[in-house]
């Protein structure tokens, strides 16, 4: 079994959720996109949203008490590498996790992911 799932799966939904809450203009969708990486025994997150603006993670002490702007900090800890890419229009917010295999597991594959999800903003 995939040792990183649980970080895969957290990495998902903080971007999924920052291109909902922040990079959705109304009535829009966004496309989440799961592609292999490295030597196919990873996982390419995207988030492709038709907002503008371009996500960072925040400079401000986290350690406050607040609700939110953590999302960028967590996926910026666990992935292995992450970026924002220019779209026409909006913006990709990617990261990329290598998927360790526990010793005498096969590798968990890429395809059991769908290769794309359209998921619209609710109204």
């Given amino acids: 079994m995939c040792e990183r799932v649980d970080d895969v799966e957290l990495c998902v939904s903080e971007l999924a959720t920052n291109a909902l809450v922040h990079g959705v203009p109304s009535g829009r969708g966004f496309l989440l996109r799961l592609l292999p ?3 196919g025994d ?3 997150v995207e988030v492709h ?3 503008d603006g371009v996500p960072a993670v925040p400079q401000a002490d986290v350690r406050e008490p607040r609700e939110g702007g953590r ?3 967590l996926v910026s ?3 292995d590498k992450w970026g924002v890419e220019e ?3 909006g913006k990709i917010v990617w990261c990329e996790l290598g ?3 526990g010793a005498g597991e096969a590798a968990v594959g890429v395809a059991r992911f769908p290769a794309g999800i359209v998921l619209p903003r609710p109204e």
């Fill in 42 to 44: 990873g996982v390419r």
């Fill in 37 to 39: 990486y490295g030597d």
């Fill in 87 to 89: 779209r026409a229009p």
């Fill in 49 to 51: 949203d038709s907002g």
């Fill in 71 to 73: 999302g960028l900090l």
């Fill in 99 to 101: 998927v360790a295999r």
């Fill in 77 to 79: 800890e666990l992935a």
